[in-house]
């Protein structure tokens, strides 16, 4: 079997350190005035997907499907409620808004932005 590098176990195993770290510096840096939030997105529609030679191209060929018919497919395997993979701006917007004044008492806290993938906490 390939190997397929920069494929989800770094990811996820990345994003959950992250997410326990931005809960340590909240609860740190909190009392002056910091605020840390992690922003957890499911698949975004990145060359991480989309290049043939990346992680989308190599599961692709590995399951011997057209990698096209790959990611059109992917939402609905995966159980996203949105029908389709993130665009990266939505994550963008999202910390945007985590920065902005308009959410200045949201601290400490992961915010998913999966299509519905999660369906728990």
């Not at 959950?16 to 499911?42: C, D, H, M, Y």
Request: with cysteine; hydrophobic share 45%; net charge neutral.
């Amino acid at each position: 079997m390939a190997r397929c590098p920069g494929g989800p176990v770094p990811s996820t195993t990345a994003k959950a350190a992250l997410t326990a770290l931005g809960k340590a510096l909240a609860e740190e840096f909190g009392p002056q005035g910091v605020r840390v939030n992690t922003v957890s997105p499911g698949p975004v529609r990145t060359a991480l997907w989309e290049h043939p030679v990346s992680y989308g191209g190599q599961l692709a060929a590995r399951l011997g499907v057209p990698h096209d018919q790959l990611l059109a497919a992917l939402p609905a395997q995966a159980g996203m409620l949105t029908g389709r993979l993130i665009e990266a701006g939505e994550v963008a917007d999202l910390i945007v808004q985590l920065c902005s004044p308009r959410a200045g008492s949201i601290t400490g806290a992961d915010h998913l932005i999966d299509g519905g993938l999660v369906k728990s906490a």
